[in-house]
């Protein structure tokens, strides 16, 4: 996306707004390109006894012409017991949480979105 103070400021709002959910995933506003762009950095929070998390991709709006939209890397997990299933569910529940959350900030910010 193009960086200017609008889109700054809108995703300083969204960042500050999915924060509140303690997913555990980080969020960052990163300007390259001689300051000229700025996107979204998600970093996802380590696996736990209880949840494997799956990595978040963000697509940004790079011209101001099409619409933002993430999608969740679902990397081969293999077969595995019972309690590893209990733990990429869980970790799967977490990343939809927040992209779902992601999505109507994203709305409200006045970003087209593509789902």
Not at 27 to 56: C, F, M, N
Request: one cysteine or more; charged letters at 25%; aromatic letters at 10%.
């Amino acid at each position: 996306m193009k960086n200017t103070q609008e889109t700054r400021e809108a995703l300083l709002c969204i960042i500050a707004t999915v924060a509140r959910l303690h997913t555990g995933y980080r969020i960052t506003a990163r300007v390259w390109g001689s300051d000229e762009y700025i996107t979204l950095s998600i970093v996802q929070p380590k696996d736990t006894d209880d949840a494997v998390y799956p990595e978040i991709c963000f697509s940004d709006d790079w011209y101001g012409e099409d619409a933002v939209r993430f999608e969740i890397s679902t990397t081969g997990y293999g077969d595995h017991s019972l309690k590893q299933a209990h733990r990429v569910i869980a970790g799967l529940r977490t990343a939809t949480t927040l992209v779902e959350n992601l999505y109507t900030a994203f709305e409200i910010a006045g970003f087209n979105t593509r789902r």
